[in-house]
T-cell receptor
Framework: AQKITQTQPGMFVQEKEAVTLDCTYD???????LFWYKQPSSGEMIFLIY??????QNATEGRYSLNFQKARKSANLVISASQLGDSAMYFC???????????FGQGTTLQVKP | GAVVSQHPSWVICKSGTSVKIECRSL??????MFWYRQFPKQSLMLMAT?????????EQGVEKDKFLINHASLTLSTLTVTSAHPEDSSFYIC??????????????FGAGTRLSVL
């Protein structure tokens, strides 16, 4: 069965520093997609970054980068130069190949300290 | 970018009444939309997959007669909570898939609906 695991319920980071949010996954499908979403207290789910299982390079989107280690089945999110507005809950998700469903991890609450 | 609009953002209703929540893809067509439920401090739980022009596919344990889903067009899916009870109070959020290699089949989410049943 496919599964996403986020082992960090909560994280703190100092403003302007970098932070890594962990995500491991389990699947037997050769083709899959990995996503990170940000959910602020308002509740909306904001798409941050995507990594395809066949992508050769790690995905980057502005201050967000995805450290994709296929052999270890990990897809950690790195946020550089943290800002106060980065305080939110972050979800890692994997897309099932045939159904398109997203399987979400438990989430990590990030708090950025001034 | 792809925009998904969800209305209402917040609704309070009396026990026994029905509530309809709309999910619209504003700048793209979505043959597939998804409906999730989320409890405080928890992850998203998929309720059903909504396919345009066909019946929704419900996840195990989700009552299809209680949570009616209609996907009548390529830009609109609705979730109706019928005969709502206090235990149905939750945060409901929809998503739509922007198809195509350029968009990487990303699911874009609406802003969510907070339902409170008195």
């Amino acid at each position: 069965a496919q599964k996403i695991t986020q082992t960090q319920p909560g994280m703190f980071v100092q403003e302007k520093e970098a932070v890594t949010l962990d995500c491991t996954y389990d699947t037997s499908d050769p083709s899959y997609g990995l996503f990170w979403y940000k959910q602020p207290s308002s509740g909306e789910m904001i798409f941050l970054i995507y990594q395809g299982s066949y992508d050769q390079q790690n995905a980057t989107e502005g201050r967000y980068s995805l450290n994709f280690q296929k052999a270890r089945k990990s897809a950690n999110l790195v946020i550089s130069a943290s800002q106060l507005g980065d305080s939110a809950m972050y979800f890692c998700a994997m897309r099932e190949a045939y159904t398109g469903k997203l399987i979400f991890g438990q989430g990590t609450t990030l708090q950025v300290k001034p | 970018g792809a925009v998904v609009s969800q209305h209402p953002s917040w609704v309070i209703c009396k026990s026994g009444t029905s509530v309809k929540i709309e999910c619209r893809s504003l700048d793209f067509q979505a043959t597939t939309m998804f409906w999730y439920r989320q409890f405080p401090k928890q992850s998203l739980m998929l309720m059903a997959t909504s396919n345009e022009g066909s019946k929704a596919t419900y996840e195990q344990g989700v009552e299809k007669d209680k949570f009616l889903i209609n996907h009548a067009s390529l830009t609109l899916s609705t979730l109706t909570v019928t005969s709502a009870h206090p235990e149905d109070s939750s945060f409901y959020i929809c998503s739509a898939t922007a198809l195509g290699s350029r968009t990487k089949n990303i699911q874009y989410f609406g802003a969510g609906t907070r339902l409170s049943v008195l």
